[in-house]
């Protein structure tokens, strides 16, 4: 009768540590229907497949001379995924051009924190701590920070973000704990080699930044009103003065311990919305900001900022890129918006005329970009080459780049020759990628 009354105890308790451990289990994560994603579904067909030896092709273009030294460089890097294990020939060898340079810069337009704070909307870009390797595996050893979205975790996201690029020894310029350092230049140093490199890092147009807490280097573009001799009164937009002439000393001083001075510009100077059209071209009293910065000193302008392509002028025989587009366009946070969501109610989204939420991609323009590779021997730059990329506009590895094909890179390269036409720059298209002349 005990046994019984005891395996009756015992059933009792485990019925009941089952219902509980039923009561706890925990609620499923709510997620969405991806059935028709752009990132699942594809409304273009594939381009036609190319037989092409990336390896070989690759291994060729990357052949050097005795004393050369080689950077590189691309456009805006916006992450939300890992791209550095995609295995296709022509993901890796774009990464390979980067990892086998001296110096591989590129723009960091997102935080890299662990801060906890939730997303404004659709554009809050960070990703954390240990995402900094996937920046050094893809050969990335210098970026500028000087954008519209290192801060948007605000002084102490910041502070975070510089703190994870030097543990990860990434060079970084054009943020800092101070206004001093926001303004002091990142100096690189190539191995075995006495040539010295130093980035500076702006972003325009910009508040004035405090300059006692973490900010970044800005240049300031205010609109002010002017009358002109007859009584009309127009609104102009130009770099205020002040902003220059602090840009202009940062220049002479970083000339002044490093032989090869690079500037990048992140220049947002009209609005994304395409209703607006698309901003490949460099505005009215933007072109002086590159210019002075050449005047001072600078070798290389590094230009990103309006997500498309904009042309290339030889300047005083210093190369400027005023836009090298997008290079990781990850900015659709898949798993944290839907994807379609976000082209439904973001209003900088093109809009086309009767097709679906579902079926909208990002523009050609904002999916084509350049890497741009100089060669640099006895302090000069002998060489300036541009490599054609696309990113992909829909699947699972949207807004990541790649090798363009040679049909499309042949339309990406023209697409820079017409847009470099009114600075009579000289580009010559050779047979995958292209060069340019700096005389």
């Not at 206004?179 to 075995?192: D, F, L, T, W």
């Not at 990329?389 to 697409?415: F, M, N, W």
């Amino acid at each position: 009768m005990r046994i019984i009354r005891t395996a009756f105890i015992v059933l009792i308790v485990q019925g009941t540590l089952l219902f509980g451990l039923a009561q706890s289990k925990p609620e499923e994560k709510l997620t969405w229907d991806q059935s028709k994603s752009v990132y699942n579904r594809r409304i273009k067909p594939a381009e036609p497949s190319q037989n092409v030896n990336w390896d070989e092709r690759v291994a060729k273009f990357l052949k050097e001379q005795p004393g050369d030294i080689i950077v590189t460089g691309v456009g805006d890097m916006i992450y939300t995924e890992k791209i550095s294990d995609f295995p296709e020939p022509d993901h890796q060898n774009l990464y390979r051009i980067m990892r086998e340079a001296d110096i591989a810069y590129g723009n960091l337009e997102m935080s890299l924190n662990d801060l906890q704070k939730l997303p404004q909307e659709f554009y809050d870009f960070k990703m954390g701590r240990d995402f900094a390797w996937e920046i050094v595996n893809l050969g990335i050893n210098l970026v500028s920070l000087a954008n519209n979205h290192n801060l948007d975790y605000g002084s102490e996201g910041l502070k975070d973000c510089l703190n994870i690029l030097d543990h990860s020894r990434i060079n970084h310029a054009g943020g800092g704990l101070n206004y001093a350092q926001a303004h002091s230049a990142a100096n690189v140093e190539v191995q075995n080699q006495k040539t010295k490199f130093a980035l500076l890092s702006y972003y325009s147009p910009s508040q004035t930044p405090n300059p006692n807490e973490p900010c970044l280097a800005t240049i300031d573009a205010p609109k002010i009103y002017v009358e002109k001799k007859d009584g009309q009164v127009e609104t102009i937009e130009g770099p205020l003065e002040s902003d220059i002439k602090a840009m202009e000393d940062d220049i002479v001083m970083a000339k002044r311990h490093a032989e090869i001075v690079m500037v990048s510009f992140h220049a947002h100077d009209v609005s994304h919305a395409r209703s607006y059209g698309y901003p490949d071209k460099v505005m009215p009293n933007q072109t002086l900001m590159y210019h002075k910065a050449v005047d001072a000193g600078a070798d290389i302008i590094l230009g990103h900022g309006p997500h498309v392509l904009r042309g290339i002028e030889v300047y005083k025989g210093r190369p400027i890129i005023y836009s090298l587009s997008n290079f990781v366009y990850q900015y659709r946070t898949p798993f944290k918006f839907p994807p379609d969501i976000v082209h439904q109610r973001d209003l900088q989204m093109e809009r086309p005329t009767n097709v679906s939420v579902y079926d909208r991609r990002d523009s050609r323009q904002e999916m084509e970009a350049i890497l741009v590779r100089f060669t640099i021997n006895q302090n000069k730059i002998r060489r300036f080459e541009i490599v054609p990329v696309t990113l992909d506009d829909e699947g699972p590895q949207y807004g990541s780049p790649r090798l363009a094909s040679d049909i499309r890179g042949k339309k990406i390269i023209g697409v820079v020759q017409k847009l470099s036409e009114p600075y009579k720059t000289k580009i010559t298209y050779k047979d995958w990628h292209a060069e340019v002349e700096l005389q």
